[in-house]
């Protein structure tokens, strides 16, 4: 199967980020455009979205990856306090991180290798960019993720248990960017630059 995969500037980026979230019911929280804008403006950052075509012929957007960098100096209250979470775990100095920070794949187009073929497509990007290492944080419950990123060889550096909850502690992945990562991509894909 040969995905199809879109690479978007940021405005456009974001407007189509907005619209696909509205797919996934397991978020309480659907991120607008405008937010999706203020993080990402003025740093290094991937928008990704694949797409598939429904019976009736329709290409609609079923996946995708939102990712940017990260650094040991984030003034940004939620960035600054995942640097501090992951200083202990993720080396920042001297080295460029990519964070994931948002992503899915539509329920329904799922176990499709969609997901896969955008994290080999950012994990592209990311080792031509010059990053050293990307990074996802997840829930405990969100188990399908866990088990996509592990088959992904994304690897566990930090748990945060929740007090009252497992299921919501927090799990932080890591995988290292190196030039044996490009050997093992298996996805067939096409990708499309969206200048709009």
């Known amino acids: 199967m040969e995905h199809h995969i879109s690479q978007y500037e940021l405005e456009q ?105 955008l994290t080999e497509q950012q994990e592209l990007w990311a080792i031509e960019q010059g990053f050293d290492e990307v990074v996802v944080k997840t829930k405990n419950r969100f188990y399908e993720m866990r088990g996509t990123l592990d088959h992904l060889r994304f690897e566990v550096v930090k748990y945060e248990r929740h007090q009252s909850d497992n299921a919501e502690s927090k799990v932080y992945l890591s995988k290292k960017l190196l030039p044996e990562v490009l050997r093992k991509h298996r996805s067939a894909k096409t990708v499309v630059q969206m200048n709009i």
């Open 13 to 117: 980026g974001a407007l189509e980020i907005q619209y696909i979230e509205e797919f996934f019911g397991e978020f309480p929280r659907k991120k607008t455009a405008a937010e999706i804008v203020t993080r990402l403006r003025g740093r290094a950052h991937l928008i990704l979205l694949a797409n598939a075509a429904l019976a009736d012929g329709t290409v609609v957007p079923v996946s995708f990856k939102v990712a940017h960098e990260i650094k040991a100096g984030e003034t940004e209250t939620k960035l600054a306090d995942l640097v501090a979470r992951l200083r202990d775990h993720v080396q920042f100095d001297g080295r460029r991180i990519l964070y994931t920070w948002i992503g899915g794949t539509r329920r329904d187009w799922r176990g499709q290798g969609h997901f896969r073929a």
